[in-house]
């Protein structure tokens, strides 16, 4: 009996439904955690992923073991990246309006955030590959990833940068705001977008709806100026 449980636990499709299970059910208690007890640090993004290491520390289960199982929502991400042009098209007089001011804040937060990563990440040492890994960790998931894989980073460890990102940048951009005197909308929500993507712009919507629309907007936006530039920076950069 021990033995037939054994091999019915390590069963790859039963670890694969297992684990796929475990990352849907820790994505919505951590939603729920953070509708009730508003927190930056308890953002779905760091809280989700905390749940799931615990689990996997406990039942001794390799990262390679948990990805196999759960490949599918990471290839989830490419219907994903598609319907990024959705909140363009509908915010396209948004972009008629402001695309001077837009372009500008866009191009100077991208320069900053992938030279910035690349300096530092030379300053310490890093190699190659984490250094191709750090440069866009200011874009959303779908497109860091898809970037990360093209210019010879890895894009695993690209997903966790960008969530790390997005969680500091949410958390110190409110802080920020709170701070300075920023009293216009697009700047709040512009701000939020760039330096902490998919987690500034839930923390933008917090704010309001029109910090929420912009912030939204300039990820996506950056995402697609990234994915065409990051490659050949990173060329020029070798």
């Not at 409110?174 to 977008?193: F, H, M, Y």
């Not at 990820?219 to 950069?237: D, E, Y």
Request: glycine share 10%.
């Amino acid at each position: 009996m021990t033995a037939s449980l054994t091999r019915l636990a390590s069963d790859p499709l039963l670890q694969g439904g297992m684990w796929s299970a475990a990352t849907i059910a820790a994505y919505f208690a951590a939603k729920w955690l953070h509708r009730h007890r508003r927190s930056g640090w308890l953002t779905p993004l760091a809280t989700a992923p905390a749940i799931l290491l615990v689990a996997a520390l406990l039942l001794h289960t390799s990262y390679a073991d948990y990805i196999r199982g759960t490949h599918w929502l990471v290839t989830l991400l490419g219907p994903a990246t598609v319907a990024f042009a959705v909140p363009i098209y509908q915010q396209r007089a948004l972009v008629r309006r402001y695309w001077l001011v837009l372009a500008a804040g866009i191009a100077a937060g991208s320069a900053t955030a992938m030279l910035s990563a690349w300096v530092f990440a030379t300053t310490l040492g890093l190699n190659g590959t984490l250094r191709l890994s750090l440069l866009p960790r200011s874009m959303s998931t779908p497109f860091a990833m898809a970037t990360s894989h093209d210019i010879g980073g890895d894009p695993e460890l690209t997903a966790l940068f960008v969530i790390l990102t997005g969680v500091l940048g949410a958390t110190f951009g409110q802080v920020l705001l709170a701070r300075l005197p920023i009293r216009s909308a697009l700047a709040r929500g512009a701000l939020l977008g760039m330096s902490a993507h998919g987690a500034g712009t839930a923390k933008a919507r917090e704010l309001g709806r029109e910090e929420g629309t912009i912030a939204g907007l300039v990820m996506v936006l950056v995402g697609i100026v990234n994915v065409l530039v990051a490659p050949v920076l990173a060329w020029c950069l070798k």
